[in-house]
């Protein structure tokens, strides 16, 4: 829907309040809201940018009132020295908002993100079963990457969760803001937010060991000091599971080396290579109902191979050893939108655009292979059984057994839905 001003009329502050603009965004199922002045509000749904032209323009003192009436006296304070707040709040029975004030051309503005009601499970999320166990590791560094608006706190979430109902251990968490209040089950959570129970990631992060963790979840690696701290946290033998913004396994891997300067990063690459556990990139796609958004992910599952590489700087050949570990469980993102695509849940119109350029081909080699069956290698395991089991995981156990070429997509057609 477009923003057509000559719609706006009224007085916004007698129309518009944070409570309307809330209601509106549960009620449309959107992910985000955004409020700003010289603009009507709008939100995305099933990442779709919509103008709500039914309401008002709102001028700089309304967009001010309305986002202010979700701070406490101090935020407004640390807004008003800072210009940038990050914080998150229940509103009555709507739920749980996450929310980023910042300042535009001298005036307030906010993003507010709507946080799921409960804690999904990963295969809820639409990630295969292999992911989980990540969950089981005792040590080591797991990142969890995408771009912002991907869904990375909704699955480091899932995987706390796992880890509570699975194990008996202490998790602590240590993010800006809060997101998601977990209930201690099997294990003892305890989670400190910036500024309200830490002054910085960087002093949470030199104390947390005499804290006695099992786990150290990170809502953000934001700085070299944030990465360097945890690199060393899990070569003491703790697990880590952090956040940072990149779209591939490799670009992780150049993005933690890049947070140091020049005369650190063979060292940090050698470091890398002996705690890094594993890497899952994640896409949200628009469904093709267009009725909601679904998963697409590459996981990397760290071996002998990908560690030599991460080691001797040849980063550029880890997708090459992803795609010869599909049988040990990680899976590249041309194998994960093949596998949506063949399932009908998204079109090959919207997987290409979610595609690096350098997978390109191989993605529509994939494709082609499925729509000839004839062709396909029968050495080479099909997209829907090798890259994306979790898609299948409902089905008949028959369905889950690991064939290739002809049989394998014959399976699927046999399948209901």
Do not use: W
């Not at 009620?27 to 409020?35: C, M």
């Not at 090959?348 to 529509?364: G, H, S, V, Y």
């Amino acid at each position: 829907m477009d923003y057509n001003p000559e719609q706006q009329n009224g007085n916004a502050t007698e129309i518009v309040d944070l409570a309307t603009l809330l209601k509106i965004m549960v009620q449309k199922k959107a992910s985000d809201l955004f409020i700003g002045a010289d603009s009507c509000p709008c939100i995305r749904s099933a990442g779709q940018l919509l103008y709500l032209n039914n309401l008002p323009v709102l001028d700089t003192p309304s967009a001010k009132k309305i986002v202010f009436s979700a701070l406490k006296e101090t935020q407004k304070k640390e807004f008003e020295t800072n210009l940038e707040l990050d914080l998150s709040f229940r509103f009555q029975d709507l739920g749980r908002f996450r929310m980023n004030v910042y300042s535009q051309r001298g005036r307030v503005s906010a993003a507010i993100r709507l946080l799921p009601s409960r804690i999904l499970s990963l295969e809820e999320l639409g990630f295969p079963e292999q992911i989980k166990r990540f969950a089981n590791l005792t040590s080591g560094l797991v990142l969890i990457t995408g771009a912002t608006g991907s869904g990375k706190s909704t699955t480091l979430a899932s995987f706390i969760e796992l880890i509570n109902v699975r194990h008996f251990k202490h998790i602590i968490t240590i993010e800006d803001p809060i997101e998601f209040n977990f209930t201690n089950k099997n294990c003892l959570i305890d989670q400190r937010e910036i500024t309200t129970d830490t002054r910085s990631f960087h002093n949470a992060l030199r104390y947390v060991l005499r804290q006695n963790p099992d786990v150290i979840v990170l809502g953000e690696i934001r700085d070299m000091e944030s990465m360097a701290s945890a690199l060393s946290i899990a070569e003491t033998g703790h697990l880590v599971f952090g956040t940072l913004h990149t779209n591939s396994a490799a670009k992780t891997i150049n993005r933690v080396s890049d947070f140091f300067p020049s005369q650190m990063q063979d060292q940090v690459r050698s470091q890398l290579s002996l705690v890094l556990e594993g890497v899952v990139c994640q896409k949200l796609l628009p469904m093709k109902d267009r009725k909601g958004r679904i998963v697409a992910s590459e996981i990397m599952f760290t071996n002998s191979g990908i560690a030599h590489k991460i080691r001797t700087n040849r980063v550029e050949q880890i997708h090459s050893d992803i795609q010869t570990s599909m049988g040990m469980g990680s899976q590249t993102m041309a194998y994960s939108l093949a596998s949506l695509c063949q399932e009908g849940h998204i079109s090959e119109d919207i997987a290409e655009p979610f595609c690096e350029t350098a997978q390109m081909e191989e993605l529509r080699s994939i494709l082609r292979r499925g729509k000839d069956p004839d062709s396909i290698d029968e050495t080479t395991p099909s997209p829907v059984q090798g890259a994306m089991p979790g898609l299948v995981s409902n089905q008949p156990d028959s369905s889950k057994k690991r064939i290739g070429g002809k049989d394998a997509l014959i399976s699927r057609k046999k399948q209901p839905g």
